[in-house]
Each structure stands twice: as C-alpha cells, then as structure tokens.
C-alpha cells in the first residue's frame, strides 16, 4: 500500500500550531507575565517622557526673574568678548605699526648705506648722464679748467663721475704746473680726456655751456669740447675707501 498523501500532514501540521498558539494565548498568566509586562510599561512611560523633555524649550521652565538674570548674564559675556576682540584687535594693529616702522627703518638704513657708497665710489653704477669728450692738440688745459669742470658738474648735480677711468670723489684732487701735465688723484691724464657724469642730463648740459662756463674756459684755450646726453650709462670704476685720520665718530650722538 501506498503512504498517505503529503497534503494531509501539511493541514495536520497547522492544525497543531494553531491549538497550541489559542492555548498559549489564552493561558492564565503567570508571574513572569506580569514582571514582563511591568518592565514593558516602564520603559514606553521612560521613551516617551524623554522624547516630551527633548521637544520643550528649557527656557519655558524659567521664572521671569530667572530669564531676566540669564539675559544679564548673556549681555556681560557678550560685553566681555567684545572687549576682548577690541583688545586683539589692537594688539594686531600694534604688531603691524611696529613691523612697518622696522621695515621703514631698515629701507631707509639701507638707502643710507647705497648712498654713502655712491658717493664714496665705492660701487660702480650706472644711470642717465652726458658724456663729455676733450680734445687738447695743443695741450694747454691745466688743473684750472679741471677743477672748474669738477666743480660745476657737482654744483648741477652729478652723482657719479669718472674722469679717463679714475672715479672722482669728494676727496678728488687735480695738479699741474707750466711745464707738467695733469695728474688726478697722483695718476696722470691723457688727452684726449673722456668724462663720464650720472646725472640729470639737461641740467648737466645746461651748466657745462653757460657762458664763461667750464667748456667755454677749455674752448678759449683751444680744446675741442662735445658733450652728448645719455639715456643709461655706466661706470665700473671705483675709488678705494681711505680711513679716517683725524675725525671719529661722536659717541656722545
């Protein structure tokens, strides 16, 4: 014979659940029940007075005195950030004046420094200036109309000056006599003599041919004078720093 079909266990099966699913359902409770049950309540009463304390404003809880106090307090915190920002603020102000004046200080040292230099002669430089050339076929110039070339090119501003490669200084001398040439700081000159002048170039100009002037006074002794403006020149030559003999520094300054 053949074993039952497979549909009838399946619907005996559910029958059985269901019986004893009514039977649990419908059991008297015991403790445990009621423990779990208690356990259960507590814990939905503690979410939801949770989720009630999250949604309400802490501030409806206040008195009025007590809102006025925090709104006092909140008003000298603020009060007191402020100033503080003030302060910083300030302070930052001061820091940047103070690096300004340094960076002022240090510009202008270094100015001071270049200048000195400059007109020491003891860098080369390069710049706007005239060039001035001289012939002497006859040799006639003298230290004289050096001197007074010298001279008016510093009256009109020249900043630098070389004279046949030998850079003038405020301690530049000229020397000569009937029978001898000219000598520049002890070193003998040439014709013809090629000047080198940093400087406004129209003012220089202007000055050199005034009348009576340097190149007038050369041309009078039969030199031949040209001198011609520059946009940028430049000169390599320099004069040797000389130590001081005689002067010294004020420490009293």
């Known amino acids: ?83 503080e920002r003030n302060s910083l603020q300030r302070q930052v102000q001061e820091l940047d004046n103070a690096a300004t004046e340094q960076e002022a200080a240090v510009d202008a040292a270094r100015k001071a420094n270049e200048q000195a230099r400059i007109n020491a002669g003891l860098v080369a430089v390069h710049g706007p200036g005239v060039l001035i050339h001289v012939i002497d076929p006859a040799s006639k110039l003298s230290s004289t109309e050096f001197v007074m070339t010298l001279g008016e090119l510093r009256n009109a501003g020249a900043e630098a000056i070389e004279l046949n490669g030998v850079r003038l ?66 000169i390599n030559s320099t004069a040797s720093a000389a130590e001081p003999r005689f002067a010294s520094v004020d420490e009293a300054e």
């Open 169 to 234: 200084t405020t301690r530049s001398f000229f020397t000569s006599s009937a029978s001898s040439p000219v000598f520049v700081d002890g070193q003998l000159l040439k014709a013809p003599y090629d000047w080198k002048v940093i400087g406004d170039p129209d003012t220089i100009s202007t000055a050199l041919e005034i009348q009576a002037g340097a190149a007038a006074q050369m041309r009078a002794k039969g030199a031949q004078v040209s001198i011609v403006e520059a946009g940028d020149l430049l």
């Open 1 to 83: 014979m053949s074993t039952p079909p497979p549909p009838l266990k399946t619907r005996s099966s559910h029958t059985g659940l269901s019986t004893r699913f009514r039977r649990a359902l419908f059991a008297p409770p015991r403790a445990m029940h009621c423990v779990l049950l208690v356990i259960c309540f507590a814990l939905g009463v503690a979410l939801v007075t949770q989720v009630r304390a999250q949604r309400t404003d802490p501030l409806d809880s206040l008195s009025q005195e007590e809102l006025v106090v925090l709104l006092s307090e909140l008003s000298t915190q603020a009060d007191s950030l402020r100033q």
